[in-house]
């Protein structure tokens, strides 16, 4: 098993150009996250989700959309990128049991200039 | 959301204990959570301890819990180069976890 990836590892964007980030589980959890981790500010939930075609706002939602169209896949988009967002961004998966024993991906370290 | 508090950076020699604090808010939580972050690597969960348990052993690991002051400790015995990382006390608040700023654990040799 492949557990928690994502795609891309790094970016550098310019000032108001658009990406999205793909994470992917193949452990068939129920739960999404997705997370960016800034210095001395630990981790800040952006979007999650609870289930497939369903989508929710965490603590910093503003200046992304999620989707999750299949079960084992968690998109988070940038719209229009600004120098706020550079930051690493993590996304995680839990099943609906557990949901706070969570797996992480590797990260995505985004730079936007 | 709940206000999960750590100090942020711990020095300490190989092969002494490190002790990491953490203070929570939220006094219903059932279970507490110690999440591990390996240089350029994702978290990953390192051990958790339920409410009603003062304390809880797992090798080198030692968590203890004080309820009445909403404190949770982490203590690595015998502390290797290995566990050179940041350490993330996290809090469960709803669908979601809590997570404090991490506390940066460098082992000297």
């Known amino acids: 098993n492949a557990g928690v990836t994502q795609t891309p590892k790094f970016r550098v964007l310019k000032t108001g150009q658009s990406m999205t980030l793909l994470c992917a589980q193949d452990?068939?959890?129920?739960?999404m996250y997705w997370y960016r981790q800034d210095p001395g500010m630990g981790l800040r939930l952006i979007h999650y989700s609870v289930g497939e075609g369903t989508t929710a706002k965490g603590e910093v939602p503003d200046g992304y959309n999620v989707s999750r169209l299949k079960k084992q896949n968690f998109l988070l988009g940038l719209e229009s990128a600004a120098p706020s967002q550079t930051s690493v961004y993590f996304c995680?998966?839990?099943?609906?049991?557990?949901?706070?024993?969570?797996?992480f991906g590797p990260g995505t370290r985004l730079t936007v200039t | 959301g709940e206000d999960v508090e750590q100090s942020l950076f711990l020095s300490v020699r190989e092969g002494d204990s490190s002790v990491i604090n953490c203070t929570y808010t939220?006094?219903?939580?059932?279970?507490l959570y110690w999440y591990k972050q390996e240089p350029g690597a994702g978290l990953q969960l390192l051990t958790y301890i339920f409410s009603n348990m003062d304390m809880k052993q797992d090798q080198r690991l030692t968590v203890l819990l004080n309820k009445k002051d909403k404190h949770l400790s982490l203590r690595i015995a015998d502390t290797q180069t290995g566990d050179s990382a940041i350490y993330f006390c996290?809090?469960?608040?709803?669908?979601?976890?809590?997570f404090g700023a991490g506390t940066t654990v460098t082992v000297r040799a």
């Open positions: 452990m068939n959890h129920e739960y």
């Open positions: 995680a998966s839990s099943y609906a049991g557990r949901l706070y024993e969570q797996y």
């Open positions: 996290a809090e469960p608040s709803d669908y979601k976890l809590s």
């Open positions: 939220d006094s219903s939580s059932t279970y």
